[in-house]
Structures are given as structure tokens and as C-alpha cells.
């Protein structure tokens, strides 16, 4: 059971190119989650999705698109990535009313 | 936004000494989850308090939902060295969706043997 599975566990990138994070859980959880976690600063969500065919913003969605693909894979795509989304991006996926799963998280650099 | 002020921000301590952590909040929270964070894998739930003044105990972790809401302390005794981590409280304000979900910005725990 591999749980909340992210790609790829480092990545980086030159300013200006765009990329996506892909996430999938095998635990048929109804919402996910994109967080980022920066130093300092916990862990700061970016989009999350409820229920398979719906997306909401987080409390730092700037420069990021979300695609709830199916009930299994969220993927987050950076379309013009800048310096200021250097971080570690972690995925996470819930059944209603029970904890959040993460991933093992994406270390991102962008110079 | 929600805003959690999670402290001490580090803390380095002897085996076998006892660690006191909390976090405070500028509003109420009706949840309250405290994670912990290994080097290279992401949170892991360690409690989950829901009533406040709960009292709830993970072996030789114990965590508290404070009396007036905006508060929440984690206890760890008698430390090990894979205590070794970052610890991250979280809150939920009532009536809200795990969207809402604010983390604080961790405590960064090491214990040397």
C-alpha cells in the first residue's frame, strides 16, 4: 500500500520554465491537498480539491494551477516558474472526517 | 488569515530530558492537531484534540486543547534521539473545512544522546 506517492522528489528549475508535480494516493480518499513548506513558515496550502471534479484556492495560490485528474492523481503545474517558489511542496489526501495523509515531498529549486 | 504562533521555533536537549511545546492562536479553534516531520518525509499525525481542555496521551506524548480555545501544548517525556524532527501544531476553526487548515510554523527538535 504506497499511500500518498509524489514526482519527482527533487527538481530544478531555470526562472521562466514551467513543470508539474504529479501526486496520486491509492487509498480512495475524497479530498487532496498542495501545501508548501517553507522555512519558518509551517506549511502554507496552495489549492486543495474536495471531491473529484472540483478545486479550490488555498491561502497561496499565485502562480500555481491545479488539476484534479481523476478520483486518484492531483498534479500541480508551475506555468513560469520564479525564484520565490523555491520549496518543498508536499501533497496530502483525506477521507471525510479522518486525518490528512502527506507524501514524501518535492524538493524545488528554481534559480 | 489565521494566524498560529508556534513556540520555541528550536530546542536542543539531553536524552532523557522532558519537552514543552505550544501554540497559540488569535482566534478559536474547535480542532486542534499536533504532527511531526522526519527529515526527508513529510507530517505525520501524532494526536488530534477536539474538545477544550481535552487531554490526550500517545505513549510518551501528551497533548492539551487549552481552556479558551486559542491555545494547544504538546508534552513529550522522557526524549529519545528518534525524537529527533520538526514538530508542526494545526488548527481548524469551527465550522470550517480541512481547507481552512493552519499549520504553525514548527519546532525544531534535536536531542543529543
Known amino acids: 500500500n504506497a499511500g500518498v506517492t509524489q514526482t519527482p522528489k527533487f527538481q530544478v528549475l531555470k526562472t521562466g520554465q514551467s513543470m508539474t508535480l504529479q501526486c496520486a494516493q491509492d487509498?480512495?480518499?475524497?479530498?487532496m491537498y498542495w501545501y508548501r513548506q517553507d522555512p519558518g513558515m509551517g506549511l502554507r496550502l496552495i489549492y486543495y480539491s474536495a471531491s473529484e471534479g472540483t478545486t479550490d484556492k488555498g491561502e497561496v495560490p499565485n502562480g500555481y494551477n491545479v488539476s484534479r485528474l481523476n478520483k486518484r492523481e492531483f498534479s500541480l503545474r508551475l506555468e513560469s516558474a520564479a525564484p520565490s517558489q523555491t520549496s518543498v511542496y508536499f501533497c496530502?489526501?483525506?477521507?471525510?472526517?479522518?486525518?490528512?495523509?502527506f507524501g514524501s515531498g518535492t524538493q524545488l529549486s528554481v534559480l | 488569515g489565521q494566524q498560529l504562533n508556534q513556540s520555541p521555533q528550536s530546542m536542543f536537549i539531553q536524552e532523557g530530558e522532558d519537552v514543552s511545546m505550544n501554540c497559540t492562536s488569535s482566534?478559536?479553534?474547535?480542532?486542534w492537531l499536533w504532527y511531526k516531520q522526519d527529515p526527508g518525509e513529510g507530517p505525520v499525525l501524532l494526536i488530534a484534540?477536539?474538545?477544550?481542555?481535552e487531554l490526550t496521551s500517545n505513549g510518551r506524548l501528551t497533548a492539551q486543547f487549552g481552556i479558551t480555545r486559542k491555545d494547544s501544548f504538546l508534552n513529550i517525556s522522557a526524549s529519545i534521539p528518534s525524537d529527533v524532527g520538526i514538530y508542526f501544531c494545526a488548527g481548524l476553526p469551527s465550522g470550517t473545512s480541512y481547507g481552512k487548515l493552519t499549520f504553525g510554523q514548527g519546532t525544531i527538535l534535536t536531542v543529543h544522546p
Open positions: 487509498m480512495n480518499h475524497n479530498s
Open positions: 496530502a489526501s483525506r477521507l471525510a472526517n479522518e486525518k490528512l495523509f
Open positions: 482566534s478559536i479553534f474547535n480542532t
Open positions: 484534540l477536539y474538545k477544550a481542555g
